[in-house]
């Protein structure tokens, strides 16, 4: 596993190692704006994910800062409950995967 920290030491991505087919960065771009998480920050650690325009299916990861994987939501198709309300405050970082390959990356935080 990978993890990346910006010079602010704010949690950039988190990506594991696997061989998959690379996608262009205007379908990343079409993915990461047609996704929504709210109410962020979330003062419970409820969180909400829709997405309008999702043509496929997608999986999503929740990582904490250390890297570990914390949750996964294997089938979303534009809508989903996060619940981390057992889980710690910080930042959390949600991985987007189309047929293993990560589309989309989006930062949480849990007060």
Not at 23 to 49: A, R, W
Not at 69 to 96: M, P, R, T
Request: no cysteine; glycine share 8%; aromatic share 10%.
């Amino acid at each position: 596993m990978f993890v990346a920290t910006d010079l602010g030491g704010i949690w950039a991505y988190i990506a594991e190692e696997f061989s998959a087919p690379t996608i262009g960065l205007d379908q990343v771009e079409v993915i990461q704006q047609g996704l929504k998480v709210y109410p962020n920050p979330s003062k419970n650690g409820h969180f909400t994910i829709s997405s309008e325009d999702l043509e496929e299916e997608l999986s999503i990861s929740v990582y904490n800062t250390v890297g570990q994987s914390i949750k996964n939501i294997d089938q979303f198709w534009g809508n989903a409950h996060l619940d981390l309300s057992q889980s710690e405050q910080g930042v959390y970082i949600l991985i987007f995967r189309k047929n293993s390959q990560i589309v989309a990356t989006q930062r949480i935080i849990k007060q």
